[in-house]
């Protein structure tokens, strides 16, 4: 008698419409610049980490995160911040955070991972 495996197909969720990275390249100072608009949780991780690794192939000297225009963020969200901090690390690039949204912060002040990131905070 055969034996029938199920497996869960996972169907990705679609991204937020509210949800938006905007990446900026200077080639001058070889810097990459992600200005994040949005929710940042388990819809939307996923797309920072895909937009991350192109800009990492660019090869920057720094990659700067704003945040400011975060309006939520959960543990997928700080998850795919670490991963993008690991990945930035692995390639040599500097990861700096240049601004927070209190949202982000929160999450950061609550999980103590603020000192992983190198936070140039402006008021968001």
Known sequence: MARWRR???QTPAPTP???RITLHHDDATAS???A???ELD???????RDA???ALAERPNVLTLNLAGVSFCDAAGLGGLLDLREHAGAAGVRLRVA?????VQRVLDATGTAPLFSLRLRPA
């Open 32 to 34: 990459a610049t992600f």
């Open 7 to 9: 497996t869960a197909r």
């Open 17 to 19: 419409p509210d949800f």
């Open 52 to 54: 991350a690794t192109a």
């Open 36 to 38: 994040v608009t949005g």
């Open 99 to 103: 601004a927070v949204s209190p949202a």
């Open 42 to 48: 388990l819809a939307t991780a996923s797309v920072l």
